[in-house]
């Protein structure tokens, strides 16, 4: 059983650039969660996507948006990136029959912005 | 004032000893609360879930606290593989989590 699979593990990006990440949830969940972690900070919540809809979301700015699909994956997409934006960015699944708190996690993307 | 506080670290501990990390909330509606662990350079994975009641599993014990918004993790006869950040952990519903900081633990020979 294939667990939350994040795509691409690492991303050096310059500022002003936009950048896309990819999350495939675990077999089973119908919701996506994305964080972000910066250096040496708990990870903060950037918005929920249940089907195919954005649910819930953090305080972050406009310039974070996202998708999620028929099949559940999701993508994060951030334009305009500042240097601020460098993280380690989180997707969790959650859903079906394990219920909606449990959530598990992707191994993330280090996303660099320079 | 942050929404989750923990101790700040790291704990530098002998293995065999006992260490309690602490926690503190501050929505009261808050629903459900959680410990995960995060190793170094990983993502966080579940350790516990976090009853009213108190609840153990294994070497590790968790209490909640409602009225004072507090949340505790005692961890006994600490191993080296215990080594990682602790991650306090609430939600007030739908499943979206507010992690704290982290606590730091160091467990060596």
């Known amino acids: 059983d294939a667990g939350v699979t994040q795509s691409p593990t690492h991303l050096i990006k310059t500022r002003g650039q936009q950048v896309t990440l990819r999350c495939s949830p675990k077999s089973g969940h119908d919701t996506v969660s994305w964080y972000q972690q910066a250096l040496g900070q708990g990870p903060q919540f950037i918005f929920q996507?249940?089907?195919?809809?954005?649910?819930q979301r953090g305080n972050f700015p406009d310039r974070f948006s996202g998708h999620q699909f028929p099949n559940y994956s999701s993508e994060l997409n951030v334009n305009a990136l500042l240097l601020g934006d460098s993280a380690l960015y989180l997707c969790?699944?959650?859903?079906?029959?394990?219920?909606?708190?449990?959530?598990?996690f992707g191994p993330g993307t280090r996303l660099t912005v320079l | 004032r942050k929404e989750v506080e923990q101790d700040p670290g790291p704990f530098n501990v002998p293995e065999g000893a006992t260490v309690a990390f602490n926690c503190t909330y501050s929505?009261?509606?808050?629903?459900?609360f959680f410990w995960y662990r995060q190793d170094c350079r990983k993502e966080p994975k579940l350790l516990m879930s976090?009853?009213?009641s108190g609840n153990e599993d294994g070497r590790f014990t968790a209490q909640l606290n409602r009225a004072s918004q507090y949340i505790s993790l005692l961890i006994r006869d600490s191993k080296l593989s215990d080594s990682a950040t602790y991650l306090c952990?609430?939600?007030?519903?739908?499943?979206?989590?507010?992690f704290g900081k982290g606590t730091m633990l160091l467990v060596s020979p």
């Open positions: 969790a699944s959650s859903g079906g029959a394990g219920g909606y708190n449990e959530q598990f």
């Open positions: 929505n009261s509606a808050s629903q459900s």
């Open positions: 952990v609430v939600t007030p519903g739908y499943s979206t989590l507010t």
């Open positions: 976090v009853y009213s």
């Open positions: 996507y249940y089907e195919e809809e954005e649910r």
